[in-house]
């Protein structure tokens, strides 16, 4: 072996630290023993203080994010709407989501899913076209139309108050209460003789689409309840697929310009808002349906809501401009501090990228969060899902109702059938043969 001059271990390269298991009184060259002190050992934890990273390693986003959830969640589909068909048994809906687990059943079952194709037929329905596009207008979409506008005439009949406070004009309980008093009697002016009953469930959504009588506020929580409500009449077949481009540019457009005249003329409050980290203090659903009106248009993209040309003459046929050009009038500054994601979607290439990337937002930011959903209300019309047992075929079953003469001549086959257990009707306890029910059946 070479002579050489014995060195401690760590001795000469400062940046790198003694490797595990060796001693660091040996030779660094042939590891015999040394008597040079040795070193100081570094520290596990942190390099040495003579290193500096050129930059922090990358690190992958956890699967629980929830940006990334957006983004490798699959774009939500269009989904026909199924019709009910009589024995109707319409029931006052209640609140059911508490905890996400609840959320996650909701998604699962066929309510949920029907509920977001839904909103994707809508959007759908609405692609490539301006507002102001011919469109079949039936009947209801007119009677509709008609009860929007009343609303917005009491507006007039009702001033806000003089009052210190910033949000919350007290004139807007004397307006939603009147709301209230009349939903009935509203809903009746489009209701046919054999849908009458359906008030009591109709009602409710209704009545809770246009904010909190107590706390006078408004959010996308109250912009779903009126989604739910013409899912409900697309449920009833009152409102057919040929309907769905009119409910978007006369119903939603008028419900939109609703909801900004209560906004600024009794002061909501925005109800759960994200601030400058959110979309918008007050709306979702326009930005899904503007976008999907965009899709493949010849000039504007989505950086074009910079331009305050094209918001000042296009804002009145495309809802996304609309909303846009809306934010901007009632928060000062520059858009890219009070707006920030909405600067950021300005970046994306096409119309047809925002469009998913809103679809897919409003289920993870709206429709899967539970303070949102907890004030969701399930009923006949709205599911709280089904639970598919499989029991015994007595006759006493059906005639007290836990089993309905539909799944006896569907399912029934040698002495079993399968039973859905809907809305109310709960099994504690299921054995092969045996379903012991302890709530009362409505329905």
């Known amino acids: 072996m070479d002579p050489h001059q014995h060195q401690s271990i760590g001795e000469g390269d400062e940046t790198s630290p003694p490797p595990s298991g060796t001693a660091a009184t040996s030779c660094r060259h042939c590891g015999g023993p040394t008597s040079f002190p040795s070193p100081p050992a570094w520290s596990d934890i942190s390099p040495p203080p ?88 039936s009947p209801v979409i007119n009677s509709i139309l008609s009860i929007l506008q009343s609303l917005i005439d009491w507006v007039d009949e009702i001033p806000p108050v003089q009052q210190s406070s910033r ?40 009545a809770d689409s246009f904010g909190n009588l107590s706390r006078i506020d408004y959010g996308t929580g109250h912009e779903t309840n009126f989604a739910a409500w013409l899912y409900s009449l697309a449920s009833l077949g009152l409102i057919k697929e040929e309907d769905y481009q009119a409910i978007v540019s006369r119903v939603f457009v008028k419900y939109l310009d609703l909801m900004r005249i209560l906004q600024l003329v009794y002061s909501l409050e925005p109800a759960g808002s994200h601030g400058v980290w959110g979309l918008d203090d007050y709306h979702f659903l326009p930005f899904i349906f503007g976008s999907s009106q965009l899709i493949d248009h010849k000039y504007m993209k989505p950086k074009s809501i910079h331009n305050q040309d094209i918001l000042d003459n296009f804002s009145k046929e495309y809802m996304y401009l609309s909303c846009i050009a809306f934010v901007k009038q009632v928060k000062k500054g520059l858009f890219a501090e009070h707006s920030p994601l909405l600067d950021d979607i300005s970046g994306v290439p096409n119309w047809n990228k925002v469009n998913a990337g809103m679809l897919k937002m409003y289920k993870a930011e709206v429709l899967e969060k539970v303070p949102i959903m907890q004030h969701f209300l399930f009923g006949w019309l709205i599911k709280w899902g089904l639970i598919w047992c499989i029991c015994f075929v007595e006759t006493i079953y059906a005639e007290q109702g836990l089993i309905s003469q539909y799944a006896l001549q569907r399912y029934g086959h040698r002495g079993y059938c399968i039973v859905e ?4 009707l709960k099994a504690t306890e299921i054995f092969w043969g045996l379903v012991a029910v302890k709530n009362e059946y409505k329905g």
């Open 50 to 137: 003579t290193y500096r990273p050129i930059r922090a390693p990358a690190v992958n986003l956890s699967p629980t994010c929830s940006q990334q959830a957006i983004i490798l969640a699959p774009v939500p589909q269009a989904q026909k709407t199924p019709v009910v068909s009589p024995p109707y048994h319409f029931q006052v809906p209640i609140k059911r989501i508490q905890t996400p687990e609840d959320i996650r059943r909701f998604h699962d079952s066929d309510s949920g899913k029907n509920f977001l194709g839904f909103v994707v037929s809508l959007s759908e329905s609405i692609r490539s076209r301006k507002i102001s596009d011919p469109c079949h207008e």
């Open 167 to 206: 949000y919350g004009n007290l004139s807007y309980r004397v307006w939603h209460s009147r709301l209230i008093d009349d939903s009935e009697q509203l809903m009746l002016q489009f209701l046919p003789d054999d849908l009458r009953s359906a008030t009591v469930e109709l009602v409710p959504y209704f």
């Open 421 to 424: 257990l809907e809305t109310n």
